[in-house]
């Protein structure tokens, strides 16, 4: 039998037709089947948004502070944040301090969980000069039982003394040495007046002791005579009349030719 070629065409058209419509409906049963991934099947895992500590636990806020450049003879003071990050009463057992220059004060000695207490801790610069780093031990009945706090800064003095320090370097016995030394306040209005300036070496003298031109600050004469019972070293005391600070030290050395 024969087959006209239109009618051959026609009949292939059905035939690809069929294939492609019988292949959509395998995929889309064969995706029924399997499903889409449901997100209440793998749910995914909620973020922690808080730690859980079992017992008490200080954070301090911060633990270091720095007061930068500082005069002597000056009152400082912060205030550290003590926080209890733990689920328990935080118990303050005691607070100790490395030096005498260091003060604290405790605003309560129990803090309730998530509670925040306060420590002040004081210092007082003194004579003392250049950094100073000092430690405040926090003890607790938490797992860390003592927490470090540190407060840090550099004191300046009061007043410029030039030269800082008197180096003679190397001297003969019998010769004659002589420094100038300059002393002046730092600050305008730092109180001062130049009074008596001594040493207790035997091979030291002072002289020429008076007022600055400028009427602010000193100057004075450092006389050095090497002798066999001097001293290769030691400190020239100068009165200030600062109120607060009414003496002052200047050291000196030398070294003794053999």
Not at 184 to 194: E, L, V
Request: aromatic share 6%; proline share 8%.
């Amino acid at each position: 039998m024969k087959i006209s070629l239109a009618k051959f065409r026609r009949i292939l058209w059905v035939l690809i037709l069929g294939s492609l419509f019988f292949d959509g409906i395998c995929l889309a049963l064969e995706k029924n089947r399997r499903g889409a991934p449901s997100v209440e099947e793998s749910p995914l895992p909620e973020a922690t948004t808080e730690i859980s500590v079992d017992g008490p636990r200080l954070t301090p806020e911060p633990s270091e502070h720095d007061f930068g450049t500082v005069s002597q003879k000056s009152s400082l003071e912060h205030v550290f944040l003590l926080k209890n990050t733990g689920n328990a009463p935080l118990e303050i057992l005691s607070v100790e301090t490395s030096c005498g220059c260091t003060s604290t004060l405790l605003s309560e000695k129990t803090i309730a969980p998530g509670e925040t207490g306060e420590l002040k801790v004081g210092f007082e610069s003194g004579s003392m000069e250049g950094p100073f780093r000092k430690k405040v031990m926090v003890n607790t009945n938490g797992p860390e039982s003592s927490t470090k706090l540190q407060i840090k800064g550099s004191v300046q003095p009061l007043f410029l003394v030039d030269p800082s320090m008197l180096s003679f370097g190397q001297v003969s016995i019998g010769q004659e040495y002589r420094r100038i030394v300059v002393i002046q306040p730092r600050q305008p209005g730092t109180p001062f007046k130049m009074g008596r300036v001594r040493a207790m070496d035997p091979q030291i003298r002072i002289e020429n002791e008076r007022p600055l031109d400028s009427g602010v600050g000193g100057i004075f004469e450092v006389v050095l005579t090497p002798r066999e019972d001097g001293w290769e070293q030691g400190s020239i005391s100068y009165e200030t009349g600062h109120p607060e600070m009414p003496r002052g030290y200047l050291r000196y050395s030398a070294r003794r030719n053999q």
